[in-house]
């Protein structure tokens, strides 16, 4: 029986090519910070409180104007044709199922007008390109189709090193790519690929700021780590940001989020944070939202719905996240998402 993100995440294992699963799953390098990232919620305690009214209590929330059944979105994740012939547009049906959002990733499989009108919240993630013209206009088709926020992914530059996809020999198959990206930049030969190539070419924060200027809608920064970039975040113009490691896709020996979500959520006090990486329970949510998190994105454990049945799969897996945290918020005595702080925790000395 298929009940746990868990039990998805091993019946996807079975269902998919060795080299896609390698591609869903795996991280950069040696995997620690992949590792790290589910280690770090196991590591937090929950400390229960009793008898105490719960009645008319709820998990859902309200995020830049997004009404969530319970404090979460769908990650941005690219080509989800490869879990299923109806990619993205099966994962806005389980979004919308379960009363969620989702974040549509600019290198998405479908194109954003052809996704099923559905309720709850479509916000589009983009890497910012080296010509703003091409930025615009990603953004400008994805706004068209729907997109309330823009999420700006700045931690992935350059493309992680990620062994275990490299070796298992991962190539996307015929028929799924990338529907809105531009063919990439022609890199100059000779030279370091890396500093004379994607990197001469790669944003810096004033071009956040140009984009944050001229955009009609908040814009989110993913792959925050640092408290620094946090504040130049704001500084730049952004709403919030989103405390990301990619889930361990691109620097590996990074910190986890909840390693330094406290820092982050000090430096950006009443502003929207988001975190992810990870969470693959109903108490992961209730962790980084007791360590100042406002929602969470969730990854993988979509992914791997999605690949075992489709739409119902991955609504399946975000439903049981949802019973999860409401379960783990009724048994630690919280009302609401808005009581869930640091006193809800048992942190080990
Ligand atoms: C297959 C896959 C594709 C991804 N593609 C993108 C992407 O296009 N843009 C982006 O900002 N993040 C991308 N991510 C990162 C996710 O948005 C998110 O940060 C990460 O998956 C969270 O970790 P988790 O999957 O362990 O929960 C991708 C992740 C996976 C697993």
Redesign the pocket.
Same mark, same amino acid.
């Given at each position: 029986m298929l009940l746990t993100a868990e039990d998805f995440e091993q019946e996807a294992d079975r269902l998919l090519p060795l080299e896609v699963f390698s591609?869903?799953a795996g991280g950069a390098g040696q995997e620690t910070t992949l590792a790290r990232?589910t280690a770090q919620w196991a590591e937090i305690g929950l400390m229960p409180r009793h008898l105490r009214n719960l009645a008319g209590g709820t998990a859902a929330r309200q995020i830049l104007g997004a009404a969530l059944a319970f404090p979460a979105l769908v990650?941005?994740?690219?080509?989800q044709r490869l879990a299923c012939p109806e990619g993205e547009a099966a994962m806005r049906l389980a979004a919308a199922a379960q009363g969620i959002g989702m974040v549509l990733?600019?290198?998405t499989s479908v194109a954003p007008e052809d996704l099923p009108q559905a309720p709850g919240p479509l916000w589009f993630?983009l890497y910012l390109q080296p010509d703003p013209q091409v930025t615009r206009a990603l953004a400008a088709r994805a706004l068209a189709a729907g997109a309330e926020a823009l999420?700006v992914?700045i931690d992935?530059p350059i493309n992680g090193l990620r062994n275990r996809e490299m070796r298992a020999g991962f190539r996307l198959p015929q028929g799924v790519q990338a529907v809105m990206m531009p063919p990439p930049p022609q890199l100059p030969e000779g030279g370091s690929l890396v500093f004379d190539g994607l990197m001469a070419l790669a944003p810096v924060w004033a071009d956040l700021a140009a984009l944050c200027a001229e955009s009609p809608v908040p814009v989110l920064a993913?792959?925050v780590l640092h408290p620094d970039d946090a504040a130049l975040a704001i500084e730049a113009g952004c709403a919030g940001v989103v405390v990301?490691n990619?889930?361990?896709?691109v620097l590996d020996g990074v910190p986890g989020v909840a390693d330094v979500l406290p820092a982050i959520r000090a430096r950006l006090p009443g502003l929207p944070v988001l975190a992810?990486?990870? @969470?693959r329970q109903g108490s992961d949510i209730f962790k980084a939202l007791a360590l100042g998190a406002d929602a969470v994105? @969730?990854?993988?454990?979509a992914?791997y719905g999605l690949a075992v049945d489709g739409a119902r799969g991955a609504s399946q897996v975000l439903r049981r996240l949802r019973e999860e945290f409401e379960v783990t918020m009724a048994l630690c005595g919280c009302r609401s998402p808005d009581e869930i702080g640091p006193e809800t925790l048992y942190l080990k000395r």
């Open positions: 591609y869903l990232n990650a941005p994740m690219a080509f990733s600019c290198q993630q999420v992914t992935a993913k792959g990301s990619h889930g361990g896709r992810d990486g990870g @969470i994105l @969730i990854g993988r454990p992914f």
